[in-house]
């Protein structure tokens, strides 16, 4: 019973209570925490009702409304400027190894490829198509381990593993187009022996040099304007798991890893680029090389079946050895593979496919040989 009891205090009581608990709550929760368990409304844009403001102290805090809002907020908070490639560190202590180790490659790389770029643009007997093409691909080569490598080596020498936002976008676009010039040139180089080997009379008017030029450069300008699309696609996604990238370099694979929203939507413009770039032209390739191999067969000459077979081993060894990792890469299921398999696999197919196609086409050809030590001698 409230005998005695002034029943005017208690309200003033109450609210003096309520006052000095938001008071001390100095980021405005419990204002915001009372105004919810009230279920106070706000009109006017915000505002506190003129009658609740003397007991709710309205706190300046700005609630953005509407999908407008919402999307500002979201870019406000997924804005990356730069990135930082991880590299391995699974490898702590063998940094400085790595770093010699992808020197070395890249020496093979440039020497390997440029001797093969000067004996196919000096020697008479090598002015023919197949070397013609050769010769662009060893160029292609250089182009495509100078996009990663140089990069590589320079994280592992000063430890310094952030790259920009703008680096990382022309990496992987030039990365993207190389490779799907990459995988043109070897078409290409599949038609160029099926029409030797399978129509040799017409050869030398169907891959005349106007032909073999048009075909090279369509190898190069085919595949920029859907790269650059992919590229744009790939960056203007939100970013809002990390900046790390566990990779030794800006690939299409770890930075879709990194965006929010439905991984499968994300990731279906990659595959489907590995589709047109990857397994349109390795089907062209098979098809040139099944009416290769059915024409051989039907050679009399066991001599000339094992010269046939001999002008395209070199290229299937380079195919298969190219293609086998880049489709491990980009066309199998992710929760098949570790991120180190991942890097090994693209490591393969971007350095050391690259550092062993010179050594593959010159130790298999001896036309390549001659001219090799026709160039050294002199």
């Not at 706000?42 to 706190?59: L, W």
Request: glycine share 6%; proline share 6%; hydrophobic share 45%.
């Amino acid at each position: 019973m409230l005998i005695g009891h002034n029943l005017d205090e208690y309200p003033a009581k109450k609210t003096e209570k309520k006052l000095s608990e938001i008071q001390e709550d100095k980021g405005g929760s419990a204002v915001l925490r009372k105004l919810k368990e009230k279920k106070v409304s706000r009109p006017g844009g915000g505002k506190c009702e003129p009658e609740r403001e003397r007991d709710y102290p309205c706190p300046e805090v700005s609630i953005p409304r509407g999908p407008k809002h919402r999307k500002m907020a979201i870019s406000n908070i997924t804005e990356i400027v730069d990135f930082i490639l991880l590299g391995f560190p699974e490898l702590p202590n063998l940094q400085g190894f790595l770093f010699w180790l992808f020197l070395f490659i890249y020496l093979c790389i440039l020497i390997g490829n440029g001797l093969i770029i000067v004996i196919t643009k000096v020697d008479p007997s090598l002015q023919t198509p197949m070397y013609f093409f050769l010769g662009n691909f060893s160029f292609l080569e250089i182009c495509y381990t100078t996009v990663t490598i140089p990069r590589m080596l320079t994280d592992l020498w000063t430890q310094n593993k952030h790259i920009s936002f703008l680096d990382c976008v022309v990496q992987l676009c030039l990365f993207l187009i190389l490779g799907g010039t990459e995988c043109f040139i070897l078409a290409v180089m599949a038609y160029d022996r099926y029409v030797a080997i399978c129509k040799p009379l017409n050869y030398p008017l169907i891959m005349n040099h106007k032909v073999c030029v048009q075909l090279v450069v369509g190898s190069w300008i085919g595949a920029v304007p859907i790269q650059v699309g992919l590229t744009y696609q790939i960056f203007t996604l939100s970013f809002c798991s990390s900046n790390e990238l566990n990779y030794v370099f800006c690939d299409a694979p770890p930075l879709v890893k990194l965006a929010c929203g439905d991984s499968t939507l994300n990731e279906f413009p990659v595959f489907a680029n590995a589709v047109l770039f990857g397994m349109i032209p390795f089907t062209l390739i098979l098809v040139s090389y099944i009416r290769i191999i059915i024409t051989i067969l039907k050679l009399p000459s066991a001599t000339g079946r094992q010269k046939a077979f001999s002008t395209c081993s070199s290229h299937l060894i380079v195919v298969g050895l190219f293609y086998g990792t880049g489709i491990s890469t980009y066309l199998l299921p992710k929760s098949k593979q570790t991120v180190l398999l991942e890097k090994i696999l693209s490591l393969f197919y971007s350095t050391v496919t690259p550092m062993f196609n010179p050594m593959i086409y010159s130790l298999r050809n001896k036309d390549v040989i001659a001219a090799l030590k026709k160039l050294l001698c002199k």
